[in-house]
């Protein structure tokens, strides 16, 4: 076996914890999407409630993980990695359990949120013990491998969900499953919390929460990270959102032949992105995924044949993969070690972007139709590109951090002139 093929099957040397973290998230994802991308049709089917009523109860969801994203991870950096994770873990199991054995409409609103609120307080303490156990130099791939695990945790997951009856009225095994495997998962982090304690950053009690925040959202280079990634995260809605209903309106099987491009292209191209965007700095690398989301948006509109359609999810699936990932990495990056979690939990917030996007791509097409696609994606471009002046100002002010010299003598040469 030849040298280059013998580096593809070698797996990474990462620390154990990160690969606890890697497997984790795996077993999560795995468990999360047996269930809830299924909870809808149960909502409806199985209890009878009004489709208003189930929509609102799947968005209080997404409002409650937004809004308290930034505690999460601001915990995680009060309290601890570990404690703040199996904490998550146990209340989400306890969440899934909830949504097996609930009656009432207002239980379910309660356990949606509770839902939102586990997993904005579990993933940027996930993804803050990453970046600690992680040395710089290999966090690329590091969270190259947790986006990989998530990917297939999402492709395995629905499939399992089906074969246990996520989709029929009374899912009660499927949620049994999901809640034993968080439960699981907990426990396995409570073995590690003993088994590598002293290799893991030390809690930050000196730092009250209301610092923190204070600290994090005066950091400009974040902020701008931030706000462009509201309108990366608004562009990445529009395939679950505008895209389903644009093509689904009368081809809904060129929308989920689509779906498993975008999984197929994300399982193909992130390896060998993750190698080609090492040679850039990550805001560089989140300009491109920025041009990319917004090309491959604007290909949806354009093309009408399958074959045009699929290289516009390759693209879309392209700027998806860098955007997502070297985020990631550079928040790992900018972030003090001790407020780490924090920023993790506070880059959360761009998901706001999410819901306003799939709001506005809602809204053209009511007032455009449906015969309009070129138009309408091309606003919805557009809306993605607003993005890349934030990035280059993030860039330009980051670029002026590290190497101060530059910008003095900048100033010399001109005060001579």
């Not at 199991?93 to 586990?118: E, K, P, Q, T």
């Not at 395995?156 to 049994?176: E, N, Q, R, T, W």
């Not at 491959?296 to 700027?319: K, S, W």
Request: with cysteine.
């Amino acid at each position: 076996m030849s040298k280059s093929w013998r580096n593809i099957f070698t797996l990474p040397q990462f620390h154990p914890v990160a690969w606890g973290v890697i497997i984790g998230t795996f077993l999560a994802r795995t468990g999360f999407f047996m269930t809830l991308p299924f909870l809808g049709i149960y909502l409806g089917k199985g209890k009878g409630i009004d489709p208003a009523l189930v929509g609102a109860i799947l968005a209080a969801s997404l409002l409650a993980g937004t809004l308290s994203s930034f505690v999460g991870g601001a915990l995680s950096d009060r309290f601890g990695r570990y404690p703040v994770m199996v904490s998550a873990m146990t209340a989400w199991s306890i969440v899934l359990l909830g949504f097996a054995f609930a009656s009432d409409v207002w239980l379910f609103f309660l356990l949606s949120a509770m839902n939102g609120l586990c997993r904005s307080v579990f993933e940027p303490a996930a993804r803050a013990l990453l970046a600690d156990v992680t040395p710089a130099e290999r966090r690329s791939a590091a969270f190259n491998a947790r986006y990989f695990a998530i990917n297939v945790g999402g492709a395995i997951g629905p499939l399992v969900g089906l074969k246990l009856g996520a989709g029929s009225a009374y899912p009660l095994l499927p949620f049994v499953s999901s809640a034993a495997i968080f439960l699981i998962y907990a426990l396995v982090l409570i073995i590690f919390m003993f088994a590598f304690k002293e290799q893991v950053p030390k809690k930050s009690e000196a730092v009250p929460i209301k610092t923190m925040f204070s600290i994090v959202f005066t950091d400009r280079i974040f902020l701008y990270f931030l706000l462009g990634n509201i309108f990366v995260a608004g562009a990445y809605s529009h395939l679950d959102t505008t895209l389903s209903q644009y093509i689904g309106h009368n081809r809904i099987e060129s929308y989920s032949f689509l779906f498993v491009i975008n999984t197929l292209s994300v399982l193909v191209l992130q390896y060998p992105l993750a190698k080609l965007m090492k040679r850039y700095a990550p805001l560089t690398a989140l300009k491109a995924g920025c041009l990319l989301f917004g090309l491959g948006l604007f290909g949806f509109g354009i093309f009408d044949h399958m074959a045009g359609l699929a290289l516009a999810m390759v693209v879309f699936t392209t700027g998806e993969i860098l955007c997502f990932v070297i985020g990631d990495v550079l928040i790992g990056e900018i972030a003090p070690a001790h407020l780490r979690g924090a920023y993790y939990g506070a880059s959360g917030l761009a998901f706001i972007g999410q819901s306003a996007c799939a709001w506005i791509g809602g809204i053209l097409l009511k007032l455009l139709g449906f015969d309009q696609g070129p138009l309408l994606f091309t606003i919805l471009m557009l809306l993605a590109f607003v993005a890349l002046p934030f990035f280059h100002q993030g860039q330009q002010l980051r670029e002026r951090r590290i190497h101060p010299e530059r910008t003095t003598g900048k100033k010399i040469s001109a005060h001579k002139a």
